[in-house]
C-alpha cells in the first residue's frame, strides 16, 4: 500500500485564466493514500496574499507553482477561504 504524499513549497499563484488571482504562500499539497474504488485527490493548504475577490469568484481557477524547476498546475474543485487560509480540493495535476 502507498503511503500518503506530502509536498511543501514557498510560493504560487491562483489564476484565472492568464490574471493572477491571489498569491500564495507556505503552502502544503496533501495526497492520500488510494483506496479500493477512491480516486486519490490533492488537497492544498496555503496563506493567501494579495487576493483579488472578483477574480477569485472566477471559474476556472488553477493552483500554479515550481516544484523541482518544473512548474505545476492544478484545477481548484472547490476551495474554503477563513482569514487569510485557503483550503482547496484539487483536481489532478495537468502538464504542460
Keep these: 500500500m502507498l503511503n500518503a504524499r506530502l ?4 510560493t504560487g499563484t491562483i489564476r484565472w485564466a492568464y490574471y493572477i488571482a491571489a498569491g500564495v504562500e507556505g503552502w502544503t499539497l496533501l495526497m492520500a493514500p488510494p483506496r ?3 480516486k486519490s485527490q490533492w488537497t492544498l493548504s496555503a496563506r493567501i496574499v494579495g487576493s483579488d ?3 477569485m469568484a472566477q471559474r476556472p481557477l488553477l493552483f500554479v507553482t515550481v516544484v523541482r524547476e518544473k512548474r ?3 484545477p481548484i474543485a472547490e476551495f474554503r ?3 487569510d487560509r485557503m483550503t482547496a ?3 489532478p495535476r495537468e502538464d504542460y
Design 53 to 55: 475577490p472578483f477574480k
Design 36 to 38: 479500493p474504488g477512491v
Design 72 to 74: 505545476w498546475l492544478f
Design 81 to 83: 477561504i477563513v482569514g
Design 7 to 10: 509536498i511543501r513549497g514557498t
Design 89 to 91: 480540493t484539487l483536481g
